[in-house]
């Protein structure tokens, strides 16, 4: 059964810290995507991977950053939280070509910072 | 730039067909729809996608007209398990744009 895991379901963290939230997946694809959930907005694209190191801005990159040094983990990185930072993170992987938006999810982690 | 437009909410009754719009502004001919149903406390999930026409598989039905100013995912003969959130998503061809709606919340009565 193929599978996205997610470090955390529920992470409560303090304004200023670094926050890292881990994403594995287990279908050697090649696209790997951050989302952050929103009541009212849906989903917003933070950051996109298409390959091993490389990345593209979503709509929604401020105050976010990502690292990909292997195939199957994406990181989503929040160098120093804030408030408007508390949300759902959704990490979600697909092959490329036509095939890119049949993408799958992870379960989430929810975000508290404080 | 394309943005999406979902109803918040939809009721229907078990057995009845349900059709969910997505409105979607400046889309291209390659541009994809794809369709994503949420469960509480769980991802999205695949339902269907699709860029012209009319695509259909096991579980759902994506109409797009040709002035491809909407799309309607269609779900034949719902049932309470059916009770979700449903979600479009805009694939800009030849970027890595992908525009999400606002979601749809279907609840499905007995």
């Known amino acids: 059964d193929v599978k996205v895991t997610q470090s955390s379901r529920y992470l409560v963290k303090r304004t200023g810290e670094k926050v890292f939230l881990e994403c594995v997946q287990d279908?050697?694809?090649?696209?790997m995507f951050w989302y952050r959930q929103d009541p009212g907005l849906g989903l917003r694209l933070i950051y996109f991977?298409?390959?091993?190191?490389?990345?593209e801005k979503g709509d929604i990159p401020e105050g976010y950053s990502v690292s990909r040094e292997k195939k199957e983990r994406f990181s989503l990185i929040l160098e120093s939280a804030s408030t408007n930072q508390t949300s759902m993170y959704l990490c979600?992987?697909?092959?490329?070509?036509?095939?890119?938006?049949?993408?799958?999810f992870g379960p989430g982690t929810r975000l508290t910072v404080l | 730039l394309a943005k999406t437009t979902q109803p918040i909410s939809m009721d229907s009754y078990e057995g009845q067909e349900v059709n969910i719009t997505c409105s979607h502004n400046?889309?291209?001919?390659?541009?994809?729809i794809t369709w994503y149903q949420q469960f509480p406390s769980q991802g999205p999930r695949f339902i269907i996608q699709?860029?012209?026409t009319k695509v259909t598989n096991e579980v759902a039905s994506l109409f797009i007209p040709a002035d491809r100013k909407s799309s309607t995912l269609s779900l034949p003969r719902v049932s309470l398990s059916d009770t979700a959130v449903y979600y479009c998503?805009?694939?800009?061809?030849?970027?890595?744009?992908?525009?999400f709606g606002t979601g749809t919340r279907l609840k499905v009565l007995a």
């Open positions: 979600a992987s697909s092959s490329p070509g036509q095939k890119r938006n049949e993408q799958f």
């Open positions: 279908m050697d694809h090649e696209n």
């Open positions: 991977s298409y390959d091993v190191k490389m990345k």
């Open positions: 400046n889309i291209a001919t390659n541009d994809y």
């Open positions: 699709g860029y012209k």
């Open positions: 998503l805009v694939t800009l061809s030849g970027t890595y744009k992908y525009i």
